[in-house]
């Protein structure tokens, strides 16, 4: 990592038992991709097994699944856990540090989705920004505000003298987020014995399915915070 200006994000895992479990999410701040430093490569992060319908990606110039790859560590280590086992998770980034005593699922989706968003999946790539302002534990509410966010503030400093904004891609964009949470999820379940981490990919799967919904109904839910005389 010499010569790379990095952004770093540690999370870390104390449940009931007291046994620590500390993560380090390094992101290269040039291009928000995840900078991972992999001894080995298993077998089911291969680009061709359980193969999402949306990839873009080729096994011949990317032999490996990038988001699977990005999480090959992280999930064998709670491959064994179960869902609900409750524990202490703090998440330390250089601005702020946070504190939730949750279950151990809602702790991994937390930060299953900041390093898929930096995985270097060319379909996930677009929630890059989102990662980067990082938010742990948010709320359905909180998610479907910052996606809206920040699809609207891209699509204004993409195209700055642009007077609309197409909500309907965003739509687009999502459906195509749960094919690969669903193509993640058939992995996952191939060699994980308890349910920690299908759960915790389900809750992040139950996100984007969320923000589609939203979508449909035009946001009618955040109408209320924004109040006009």
């Keep these: 990592m ?3 200006e990095t952004y770093s994000i540690k999370y870390s895992f104390r449940p009931e038992d007291n046994v620590l479990t500390e993560y380090e999410v390094v992101i290269n701040e040039s291009d928000l991709t995840l900078v991972l430093n992999l001894k080995e490569k298993p077998e089911w992060t291969k680009l061709d097994e359980n ?6 990606h080729n096994s011949s110039t990317s032999p490996h699944c990038p988001a699977a790859l990005s999480l090959a560590q992280f999930i064998k280590d709670f491959s064994n856990e179960k869902s609900y086992k409750m524990c202490n998770v703090a998440v330390e980034t250089p601005e702020r540090t946070y504190f939730k005593y949750t279950s151990l699922q809602s702790g991994i989706y937390s930060i299953m989705g900041l390093i898929l968003a930096t995985s270097g999946c060319k379909v996930l790539g677009v929630l890059k920004p989102m990662a980067r ?3 742990p534990f948010a709320t359905d509410e909180e ?3 910052r996606s809206l966010s920040f699809h609207l503030t891209r699509s204004y400093l993409n ?3 642009k007077g609309t904004f197409d909500i309907s891609e965003l ?3 999502y459906d195509k987020i749960n094919k690969v949470n669903k193509g993640l999820l058939e992995r996952i379940r191939s060699f994980s014995d308890r349910d920690a981490n299908k759960n915790a990919l389900v809750v992040l799967d139950a996100f984007a399915s969320m923000l589609t919904f939203a979508i449909d109904d035009n946001f ?3 109408v209320k915070r924004f109040p006009f005389d």
């Excluded at 193969?51 to 873009?56: N, W």
């Design 133 to 135: 302002f990082h938010l």
């Design 220 to 222: 009618e839910d955040l």
């Design 159 to 161: 195209n700055p003298k």
């Design 171 to 173: 739509s687009t964009i």
């Design 51 to 56: 193969k999402c319908d949306v990839c873009p």
């Design 143 to 145: 998610t479907i505000m």
């Design 2 to 4: 010499e010569n790379i």
